[in-house]
């Protein structure tokens, strides 16, 4: 489920993009980069990955919350930004 960015000359002439994640229960996994920040977008990426979050949340029932700093929590569970672009992500990878 991780995601993995572009080349760094694929991303020459493009808009920046920035990396969401899920975190939960003490690990991150990246699923994917978007150009805009967004709360609708991070909607999005959890509809898009429910199934997984479904499966990380077990039989927990609460109310799903949205903050800026935070991105969408639920419960042990959050999609959220980074704070990293897809360039930082690809030069990482690359140092390795």
């Given at each position: 489920?991780t995601a993995?960015?572009?080349?760094?000359t694929?991303?020459?002439h493009r808009?920046t993009?920035?990396e969401?994640?899920?975190?939960?229960h003490g690990?991150?996994?990246?699923?994917?980069?978007t150009?805009r920040?967004?709360?609708?977008?991070l909607?999005?990426?959890?509809?898009?990955?429910?199934p997984?979050i479904?499966?990380?949340?077990g039989?927990?029932?609460?109310d799903?919350?949205?903050?800026n700093?935070?991105?969408?929590?639920?419960?042990?569970?959050r999609?959220?930004f980074?704070?990293?672009?897809?360039r930082?992500?690809?030069s990482?990878?690359?140092?390795?």
């Open positions: 489920m993995t960015p572009r080349t760094l694929q991303m020459q808009l993009s920035y969401v994640a899920l975190t939960a690990n991150t996994t990246s699923l994917g980069f150009e920040k967004t709360r609708a977008v909607l999005s990426l959890v509809r898009i990955h429910s997984e479904i499966a990380l949340l039989d927990w029932t609460g799903a919350t949205y903050s700093a935070q991105g969408w929590t639920f419960g042990p569970t999609i959220h980074t704070g990293r672009t897809e930082d992500v690809a990482e990878m690359n140092r390795i």
